[in-house]
């Protein structure tokens, strides 16, 4: 069978000539962790004028179906059927809450939603845990997280959600949002907010909130948790226990100016020096098997240089032709890669 994907618009916009490209890398990257060597011949194609990603693959069952359905840029599904007639496939992707969760803050720094679903994905793809995507409750942890697209996006999935940034205003940016949007969409939680102290010493603020998506849920503590602090990300191992977490995405600081907020506020070292005191830490917070995604500007650090930090912090570069691929302009000032690696185990 052949079919073809129609990638979202909003995709288009965001990664301008990149889209198309990102779509092919991320659907190899899926092949290859969870579709079995279903799927082959990937390809870029213009049907009618309009660009979609097709490929051949043995019928798609349920499960196929529902992994694909997860793709960051996927708008629809088809089945090239005879006379090049389009059936459209219906896609159940994982999302349990309104969009707007993802889409509503906005803000000069903000690491798009788009891109931000797509590191997670093939994060999660570079795990032991890829087959457990659509029934496993992960956990994610995003150490340099903003005012918290990753948090908002493991959310989507039904997955916990731990933060660390050291920017204070961006801690409470995403407690404001998160609790208005939690109390607006009358989704049952409990939120607690306060400093954190050891020995008497105040160490940074949490918030910590317990959720689920139907009351029932709730009532069965079949629940969600949210975990956000402000600190520095290398004291992660501070908040929670080693080991403890299945995935960390990060996106890291661009070291540049990006409108009228600079993204290398609260910076005390260079993007290369932060990832080399902190993916020590990070690579403590990961399970055996977990994995860490990065994302960050190549004209202030070079593949390299990134992937030793990982490797000397023990952690098992995944690379692929694909993975290769997943790097893009994002403007005049940032080219943007990514790197995924597996603690071994
Ligand atoms: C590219 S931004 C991430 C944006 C985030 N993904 C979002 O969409 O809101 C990098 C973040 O790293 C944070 N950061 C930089 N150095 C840090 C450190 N040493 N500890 C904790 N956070 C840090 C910055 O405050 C910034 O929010």
Redesign the pocket.
């Known amino acids: 069978m052949r079919y073809a994907i129609l990638i979202l618009p909003s995709a288009n916009r965001v990664y301008a000539d990149s889209s198309v490209g990102l779509t092919v890398a991320e659907l190899e990257i899926f092949a290859g962790a969870v579709l079995e060597g279903e799927v082959g011949d990937i390809t870029a194609e213009d049907i009618a004028g309009v660009p979609y990603v097709t490929f051949d693959s043995a019928p798609l069952d349920e499960r196929a179906t529902r992994f694909l359905a997860n793709l960051s840029s996927i708008y629809a599904l088809f089945a090239v059927e005879g006379g090049g007639l389009l059936r459209p496939v219906p896609l159940h992707p994982l999302d349990r809450f309104d969009d707007d969760l993802v889409t509503i803050p906005k803000y000069p ?3 798009n939603e788009q891109f ?1 679903k797509l590191l997670l994905n093939a994060t999660l793809m570079g795990s032991a845990f890829a087959g457990g995507m659509l029934d496993r409750r992960l956990t994610v942890l ?1 150490p ?7 948090l908002n996006q493991a959310m989507m999935y039904g997955y916990d959600a731990y933060g ?4 204070q205003k ?1 801690f409470e940016a995403y407690s404001t949002f998160i609790q208005r949007w939690l109390k607006e969409k009358r989704i049952k939680h409990r939120a607690e907010n306060g400093p954190v102290r050891r020995n008497r010493q105040v160490v940074g603020r949490r918030l910590q909130i317990t959720l689920a998506a139907t009351k029932e849920d709730y009532k069965a503590a079949d629940t969600q948790r949210i975990d956000m602090v402000n600190a ?3 004291r992660t191992l501070e908040f929670w226990k080693p080991r403890s977490v299945d995935l960390v995405v990060a ?4 070291g540049v100016q990006h409108g009228s907020r600079t ?1 290398a ?3 005390n070292r260079s993007p290369l020096e ?1 990832l080399r005191d902190a993916a020590p830490v990070w690579a403590g917070a990961l399970r055996p098997g977990g994995a860490l995604g990065l994302s960050w500007n190549t004209f202030v650090a070079d593949r390299a240089d990134a992937a030793a930090a990982l490797t000397d912090a023990g952690l098992e570069v995944v690379d692929s032709p694909a993975h290769r691929r997943l790097a893009h302009r994002v403007d005049q000032a940032i080219h943007r890669d990514v790197l995924i690696a597996r603690k071994p185990g």
Request: no cysteine; charged share 35%; hydrophobic share 20%.
């Open positions: 720094g903000k690491t931000t995003d340099l997280a903003g005012r918290g697209t990753t660390v940034d050291r920017d961006d520095d990300t290398t996106d890291a600081p661009y993204q506020k609260g910076l932060l």
